[in-house]
Nanobody, 120 residues
Framework: QAQLVESGGGLVQPGGSLRLSCAAS????????MRWFRQAPGMQREFVAH???????DYEDFAKDRFTISRDDTKNVLYLQMNDLRPEDTAVYSC??????????????WGQGTRVTVSS
């Protein structure tokens, strides 16, 4: 089994910054694509950003120019640097990863999420 654990959420004022982390552990041979999603209260989960093993990234429009996704494969950690946060960024942020395990299977893993609240 592989586990993903997010951290770094919290309360921040509008215009502030947060850096989220997602640490992977367990049965990991290789981590392929990784993504951040978020779910605001009463809303459906939505895509935020994606990064490939080679470092290619793409973002949802609201995240472009404000958020940066990155990964450290030596530590099996995914990051999301969020700048110029707005109240509408308030949500639970979850990471997702396709993980190749020793069984030869690639599993689609999710973390439990970390809450981000943007408010004055």
């Amino acid at each position: 089994q592989a586990q993903l654990v997010e951290s770094g959420g919290g309360l921040v004022q509008p215009g502030g910054s947060l850096r989220l982390s997602c640490a992977a552990s367990g049965d990991i041979v290789r981590i392929n694509d990784m993504r951040w999603f978020r779910q605001a209260p009463g809303m459906q989960r939505e895509f935020v950003a994606h990064i490939t093993p080679s470092g290619t990234t793409d973002y949802e429009d609201f995240a472009k120019d404000r958020f940066t996704i990155s990964r450290d494969d030596t530590k099996n950690v995914l990051y999301l640097q969020m700048n110029d946060l707005r109240p509408e960024d308030t949500a639970v942020y979850s990471c997702n990863a396709q993980i190749l395990q020793s069984t030869g299977w690639t599993v689609n893993s999710w973390g439990q999420g970390t809450r981000v609240t943007v408010s004055s």
